[in-house]
T-cell receptor, first 114, second 113 residues
Framework: DGGITQSPKYLFRKEGQNVTLSCEQN?????MYWYRQDPGQGLRLIYYSQIVNDFQKGDIAEGYSVSREKKESFPLTVTSAQKNPTAFYLCASNPGQVRGTEAFFGQGTRLTVV | DAKTTQPPSMDCAEGRAANLPCNHS???????VYWYRQIHSQGPQYIIH???NNETNEMASLIITEDRKSSTLILPHATLRDTAVYYC??????????????FGTGTRLLVSP
């Protein structure tokens, strides 16, 4: 079945450590996104990518980094520079060039930094 | 910033219709209205979208006003499993064809027995 997969579902890390969240899609979508969600809040855009080897900062990119070496994969690294990394992280994709199509979301990774 | 305004919360009795409003008064002519919902601790799920005509699918109906400045998502027979946060999103369509999704805080719908 086609879809978007995030792993792991839960992740614990010590303060000061970098951590990478995985996002893979087999939908042949060009565009991929990373969002952060804090309790009781909406989604905030971290980074997005329209095409392989290209990505753009979203509204809250500081302390995060991404890569897009393959169409299927868009990993997010939460660096030690991110002051409040504990949050729910969501990855999404959509075809990117076709009018009127929806985005597909993964089930999220809940990161806790202790 | 989100380009939509939604009430923070709504209640609905099981089996009744849930009507969720959304204001998007600054929508431009080539922007679509999308609805997603997020059940607790899961990723958002696409529900429906429209440009100017009313739309219906197996999940819901979308009513867009003639001036396109507001819309209403209708769940015709709400069930307990419809309890979720519902997001109304205006989706820009630029010259490059890139679509950047901007989510606000949504409406928390509580369906009660």
């Amino acid at each position: 079945d086609g879809g978007i997969t995030q792993s792991p579902k839960y992740l614990f890390r010590k303060e000061g450590q970098n951590v990478t969240l995985s996002c893979e899609q087999n939908l042949n979508h060009d565009a991929m996104y990373w969002y952060r969600q804090d309790p009781g809040q909406g989604l905030r855009l971290i980074y997005y990518s329209q095409i392989v080897n290209d990505f753009q900062k979203g509204d809250i990119a500081e302390g995060y980094s991404v890569s897009r070496e393959k169409k299927e994969s868009f990993p997010l690294t939460v660096t030690s520079a991110q002051k409040n990394p504990t949050a729910f992280y969501l990855c999404a994709s959509n075809p990117g060039q076709v009018r009127g199509t929806e985005a597909f979301f993964g089930q999220g990774t809940r990161l806790t930094v202790v | 910033d989100a380009k939509t305004t939604q009430p923070p919360s709504m209640d609905c009795a099981e089996g009744r219709a849930a009507n969720l409003p959304c204001n998007h008064s600054t929508i431009s002519g080539n922007e679509y209205v999308y609805w997603y919902r997020q059940i607790h601790s899961q990723g958002p799920q696409y529900i429906i979208h429209g440009l100017k005509n009313n739309e219906t699918n197996e999940m819901a109906s979308l009513i867009i006003t003639e001036d396109r400045k507001s819309s209403t998502l209708i769940l015709p027979h709400a069930t307990l499993r419809d309890t979720a946060v519902y997001y109304c999103i205006v989706r820009p369509f630029g010259d490059t064809g890139f679509q950047k999704l901007v989510f606000g805080t949504g409406t928390r719908l509580l369906v009660s027995p």
